[in-house]
């Protein structure tokens, strides 16, 4: 069985950082990603890393997040820094491209202005 916890989030002032850990149980070592959803609109893409360690973040939030992996605890790591109050989101990881079968409970991220 497959499960994908995320973990990390709270409430944060703008300009803080958090690190955001997803632990992967069940599943074989693939490309995995982070996503998010704010209220009131659809989840989207954040960023992705591949088995290798090669990464991609959205355009729009370059520069701000990194995406990084241990293969050997089967954890996927998001680091946000400058944290805005729009990065104020539900944060899920999951396979990439994600599985239907796989969205967690995801990790709150609140930024506070």
């Known amino acids: 069985q497959v499960q994908l916890v995320e973990s990390g989030g709270g409430l944060v002032q703008a300009g803080e950082s958090l690190r955001l850990s997803c632990a992967a149980s069940?599943?074989?070592?693939?490309?995995m990603a982070w996503y998010r959803q704010a209220p009131g609109k659809q989840r989207e893409f954040v960023a992705r890393?591949?088995?290798?360690?090669?990464?991609s973040v959205a355009n729009s939030l370059r520069g701000r997040f990194t995406i990084a992996r241990d293969n050997a605890k089967n954890t996927v790591h998001l680091q946000i820094n400058n944290l805005k109050p729009e990065d104020t989101a539900v944060y899920y990881c999951?396979?990439?491209?994600?599985?239907?079968?796989?969205w967690g409970q995801g990790t709150q991220v609140t930024v506070s202005s």
């Open positions: 069940g599943i074989n070592i693939r490309a």
């Open positions: 890393i591949s088995i290798t360690g090669v990464t």
């Open positions: 999951n396979t990439f491209p994600p599985s239907s079968d796989y």
